[in-house]
């Protein structure tokens, strides 16, 4: 069976692949980030994740690579993880009271062949004070996040509604994952049958 590659850092992502039940191995992506404004919000999260699985399967050929990534979009604008408590501070006012979406991209390397999609989440949050935006930032949860909030955290104190997939907000959309990599011929149910 060949080997599975997670090409991201983020905690979130290994929890979310873990429930695969299959052996992967996590590596550090060494990318260029910079990407156009006016790249659309989808298209950017595919060629974010795109480059970042195209930088690990240069070292694990062989390797089935899965990368992602994701931008929290409101009012035309796309809201990454913030510089620092500030940033995050006015992020989180942008997006109280409002509702936004949570675009998650992901690539899958495999045999020379790459695979892209992307899910949109809409996200509605609930009208936050300053007092609340403030005891959300002094848990440090917000400063490693795209929008400044994690939903699988205490982040989710401040979601109102959510329609699409959960996992995607969190960060890496399981299911459909797990559909590409049985399309591409990547066995995740081998060791079942």
Known sequence: MPRLVLASTSPRRKELLEMLHIPFTVCSPQVDETISDSISPANMVMELAARK??????????????????????????????????????????????????????????????ETFYEKTEV???????????????????????????????????????HGDYFSVVGLPIARVARMLEKIGFPIFQQYE
Do not use: N
């Open 124 to 162: 509605t949050f609930w009208e936050l004070s300053e007092k609340e935006i403030e005891r959300y930032i002094a848990t440090d949860e917000p400063l490693d996040k795209a929008g400044a909030y994690g939903i699988q955290g205490w982040g989710s104190l401040l979601v109102k509604e959510i």
């Open 53 to 114: 699985a195209k930088a690990v399967a240069k070292h694990h050929g062989d390797s089935c690579v899965v990368g992602a990534d994701t931008i929290v979009a409101i009012h035309g604008d796309m809201l990454g993880k913030p510089f620092d408590k500030k940033h995050a501070f006015q992020m989180l006012q942008t997006l109280s009271g409002q509702t936004h979406f949570v675009f998650t991209g992901v690539a899958v390397f495999f045999a020379d062949t790459i």
